[in-house]
């Protein structure tokens, strides 16, 4: 069974920035694509990014793109994302989602509780 907690959310200032973490459990990390969503109130869940299993590949939704990076620590079993330049519709509640293979195209099948992350105006 794939374990997911996330961590480091919380409320900042629009502008500012804030990095959230997943630690992963249960299977060989280092195997499969991660990747991050979010839900925003009365919306459904959306893609925010992915990296592939080796970390080189990654991609983005246009809204964050130039303001947000996920990386990956195979050796710790964590995929983190870093945002900067946060805005007021970036708040959400941010959960991090483990692939079913190498690549995000794999799909995913395991979900972490996820982080509440708000943006002030």
């Known amino acids: 069974q794939v374990q997911l907690v996330e961590s480091g959310g919380g409320l900042v200032q629009a502008g500012g920035s804030l990095r959230l973490s997943c630690a992963a459990s249960?299977?060989?990390?280092?195997?499969?694509?991660m990747g991050w969503f979010r839900q925003a109130p009365g919306k459904e869940r959306e893609f925010v990014a992915s990296?592939?299993?080796?970390?080189?590949?990654?991609a983005y939704a246009d809204p964050v793109k130039g303001r947000f990076t996920i990386t990956r620590d195979n050796a710790k079993n964590t995929v983190s994302l870093q945002m900067n330049s946060l805005k007021p519709e970036d708040t959400a509640v941010y959960s991090c989602?483990?692939?079913?293979?190498?690549?995000?195209?794999?799909?995913?099948?395991?979900w972490g509780q996820g982080t509440q992350v708000t943006v002030s105006s």
């Open positions: 989602a483990a692939g079913l293979g190498s690549y995000p195209s794999d799909g995913y099948g395991y």
């Open positions: 249960g299977r060989t990390f280092s195997n499969y694509a």
């Open positions: 990296i592939n299993r080796s970390g080189y590949l990654t």
